[in-house]
T-cell receptor, first 115, second 113 residues
Framework: GAGVSQTPSNKVTEKGKYVELRCDPISGHTALYWYRQSLGQGPEFLIY????????DSGLPNDRFFAVRPEGSVSTLKIQRTERGDSAVYLCASSPSRGSPDTQYFGPGTRLTVL | AQSVTQLGSHVSVSEGALVLLRCNYSSSVPPYLFWYVQYPNQGLQLLLK??????LVKGINGFEAEFKKSETSFHLTKPSAHMSDAAEYFCAVSAGTASKLTFGTGTRLQVTL
C-alpha cells in the first residue's frame, strides 16, 4: 500500500519568507510525527499529533514553527520568517497507535534550504 | 528523559565480515528501542524493535540486536556484511507505546570488497 508521502521534496526559499510543508500519512494511522534532521545528525522530534490534536509539541524550537492536522489525516508544518538555521530535512512519520511499542513509518522528507 | 549514544560515526567492514554497530541508551523509564536504516535519498526504514518480550531481537535483512539492561546497550549485529548494507544506521529510544523517538547521531556503514 501507499506509504507516507511528503510534498514538496525540495523547497528553496529566502530568509524571512513563510513556508508550508505537507505530510500525507498512511491511511488509517491516527498518530503523526514531525522530525527535523540537520546534516550529519539524527532526526530531532518536533511535534506529535494524536488525531487532530497536538499531544506533544515540546520539540518545536520557537513560535515561528507551527503545525496543524485539522481533519486528523494530512498535516502541514508551517514556518514563519525563515532563518538560515532552519535549513534541514523535515521528516514526517505516522503510526497506527496499536501495538507495544508502536512502529513509526517515515516519509522521504522535505529538504528545506533557506538562502 | 531519554538519550542515545552511538559509538563510531563511521564503520567500515569487508564484505562477508561481521557487522557490529554500537548503541547505548539512557532512560528514566523502561525503554523501547529501535534500529532504523536510511539509504541515500530515502526515508528511514525500521530494521527491528525491542518490545520487552525477548532480549534478542531479529529484524529484516539478517540483522539482530540484543538488549542488555545491565550495560544499557542495544548493539546491532549481522554475521556477514553485504555491499547492499552500506547505509546510515540510527538507534532510537522511546518512553511509551505511542511516543516520540529520540535518535542517536547515526553510524555510516561502509562495506568494501
Amino acid at each position: 500500500g501507499a506509504g507516507v508521502s511528503q510534498t514538496p521534496s525540495n523547497k528553496v526559499t529566502e530568509k524571512g519568507k513563510y513556508v508550508e510543508l505537507r505530510c500525507d500519512p498512511i491511511s488509517g494511522h491516527t498518530a503523526l510525527y514531525w522530525y527535523r534532521q540537520s546534516l550529519g545528525q539524527g532526526p530531532e522530534f518536533l511535534i506529535y499529533f494524536q488525531g487532530t490534536g497536538a499531544a506533544d509539541d515540546s520539540g518545536l524550537p520557537n513560535d515561528r514553527f507551527f503545525a496543524v492536522r485539522p481533519e486528523g489525516s494530512v498535516s502541514t508544518l508551517k514556518i514563519q520568517r525563515t532563518e538560515r538555521g532552519d535549513s534541514a530535512v523535515y521528516l514526517c512519520a505516522s503510526s497506527p497507535s496499536r501495538g507495544s511499542p508502536d512502529t513509526q513509518y517515515f516519509g522521504p522528507g522535505t529538504r528545506l534550504t533557506v538562502l | 528523559a531519554q538519550s542515545v549514544t552511538q559509538l563510531g560515526s563511521h564503520v567500515s567492514v569487508s564484505e562477508g565480515a561481521l557487522v557490529l554497530l554500537r548503541c547505548n541508551y539512557s532512560s528514566s523509564v523502561p525503554p523501547y528501542l529501535f534500529w532504523y536504516v536510511q539509504y541515500p535519498n530515502q526515508g528511514l526504514q525500521l530494521l527491528l524493535k525491542y518490545t520487552s518480550a525477548a532480549t534478542l531481537v531479529k529484524g529484516i535483512n539478517g540483522f539482530e540486536a540484543e538488549f542488555k539492561k545491565s550495560e544499557t546497550s542495544f548493539h546491532l549485529t549481522k554475521p556477514s556484511a553485504h555491499m547492499s548494507d552500506a547505509a546510515e544506521y540510527f538507534c532510537a529510544v522511546s518512553a511509551g507505546t505511542a511516543s516520540k523517538l529520540t535518535f542517536g547521531t547515526g553510524t555510516r556503514l561502509q562495506v568494501t570488497l
